[in-house]
């Protein structure tokens, strides 16, 4: 398993953190086992008075809007000067703030939706930072190189996700979880789901080894949701933290993009 | 010509003003010819201590990034509480910052690319909010339901857009302006579109009549670009204010996304 992705955030976080009780170390590491890219740790310039939220030229929160749309990409890690606004941004009340806008746009979506009843609506959701968020490991186990260890832990849920998935439900629409994860972490990404409240879903597709030489998640997850379709399936919504889970084909009827400014996976 | 969007300022929004010896009307009204909506005035409350930057369960940040990120979609105008925030974002350096990182962006996609010098590669930029800029318009004549009169005003260049536009002459690369804009306003946009520095171009395409009918910006868009690359162009950018003028087929190599929290086109 790689570490796809190191992102730092200093302890001084906690001040304004929403998070309760969580207690972050001096470094804050961010692993994602479906990427293969090994980045370098990026340790995070002391704290100064203006919070750092200014790289020359460009402001943290243009670098921000500029990922959510897609923008800039292909970048491997936060800049170092946005790393404490990011981290600001994803433990504040804001990324909570924005993921919300993100769900309840969904929702409206969904009960516009003229639905047959027939069992073959589905909504796809992303699992990592769309349905699970890995931000408490990385704030409890991230100490550099160690690899995820998905075993090990259990990654609460989005509590705005989670909002959407039961009304959704409760809609008469089912639920496919297309993630990035390997087949090997089946049973431990079913059981994190059903322990922090997504209780029952169609399908939980995981990338096996037909993708593995090096498929992009825009052709894995296109190819997968196309299966979806020929089997007779229509994917009234179609959720996930990267683009990645979004373009490509077969995307649905329409797209949600939650906030995300931690990674990028193409 | 129908009005498509109404958009309203008060003219306290000056004080925090980017664009000098802007004299602001009581209300700005944004019209564009190109859609055939019709909206309501929508007038701006009263100023309040807090800037009215929230609306009940949801910051305007919140709802503009949703806005940029597609999420929000078929909207038809500014949400009332949002409004003074819209307006001090557009006339601030905010909307300035947020669009030279993008086109920073494409200026460094375009560089990446391999051209090849046969005069093929172009790039495809949409007009209004995102190589000329109507708000100084909106903001000195815009008097509710008065008809956008394009012929009586020279919207000024998007001082990023521009420096783009001469970077990427430079490279070699080919121009091609792809409007909403319909063809009988051909000579007062080419006028336009020179009197502020764009000088040379492949094409100017403006909307004609088979379009009329209830084509969306996305068909009509993708329909142009098809035909420019059976045309032996390649599009190694393609960049505009709305998603319209980046979704559906034969959108580029790379799409580019402006800021416009002011209104959207289907």
New interface residues.
């Given amino acids: 398993m790689k570490i796809l992705q190191v992102f730092s955030l200093i302890s001084t976080l906690l001040a304004t953190s929403q998070v309760p009780d969580l207690h972050i170390p001096n470094q804050i590491h961010l692993h994602r086992p479906d990427l293969h890219i090994y980045n370098q740790i990026h340790f995070l310039r002391p704290l100064s008075g203006s919070r750092g939220h200014d790289i020359p030229?460009?402001?943290c929160?243009?670098?921000r809007?500029?990922v959510?749309?897609?923008?800039?990409?292909g970048w491997t890690k936060v800049p170092e000067e946005c790393a404490n606004y990011v981290g600001h941004y994803m433990l504040g009340q804001?990324y909570r703030?924005?993921s919300?806008?993100?769900t309840?746009?969904?929702l409206d979506h969904a009960k516009s939706m003229n639905l047959t009843g027939d069992g073959k609506d589905i909504w796809v959701f992303d699992v990592d930072e769309t349905t699970l968020s890995n931000l408490p490991y990385y704030a409890t186990n991230g100490f550099g190189s160690t690899a995820y260890n998905s075993t090990s832990f259990n990654a609460p849920a989005l509590p705005e996700s989670l909002k959407l998935y039961k009304s959704l439900l409760s809609l008469g629409i089912k639920v496919v979880f297309l993630t990035g994860r390997t087949e090997d972490q089946r049973n431990v990404t079913v059981a994190n789901l059903k322990e922090v409240g997504y209780y029952t879903w169609e399908k939980v597709i995981l990338k096996n080894s037909t993708y593995y030489s090096g498929s992009t998640a825009v052709v894995y997850k296109s190819k997968e949701r196309k299966k979806l379709e020929e089997n007779g399936y229509r994917i009234i919504g179609n959720m996930g933290d990267q683009w990645s889970d979004l373009l490509g084909t077969n995307s649905g009827n329409?797209?949600?993009?939650l906030?995300d400014p931690m990674y990028y996976i193409s």
């Fill in positions: 030229g460009v402001s929160s243009s670098w809007l500029a959510e749309t897609n923008n800039i990409i804001h703030d924005d919300k806008v993100v309840d746009a969904a329409r797209t949600f993009k906030p």
